[in-house]
């Protein structure tokens, strides 16, 4: 999945991946890796606790799923179902 959202995102010229695991794991560095992108002084030090609210599979967390993916079948958003 992640590698067919990249494939999808390359068409823009300026992305930065954030990975949650990643935002997980050490935030502090993940949040300089962004306000750096952002050309934000890295001294503002921005840090906050993240908690994932939804369920891992976006068909258990969207409740009308089935058409959303009827929907976009056939478009590049597609690839960003599950």
């Given amino acids: 999945q992640d590698k067919r959202f990249c494939r999808s995102a390359s068409r823009f010229d300026n992305t930065k991946t954030i990975f949650y695991e990643d935002l997980q794991t050490d935030p502090q560095r993940i949040m300089t890796e962004i306000l750096e992108f952002l050309d934000v002084d890295t001294e503002c ?38």
């Fill in 45 to 82: 030090q921005l840090s906050s606790v993240f908690h994932k609210a939804t369920p891992d599979t976006l068909s258990s967390a969207i409740s009308n799923y089935s058409e959303l993916a009827e929907f976009v079948a056939g478009t590049e958003l597609e690839s960003m179902l599950d």
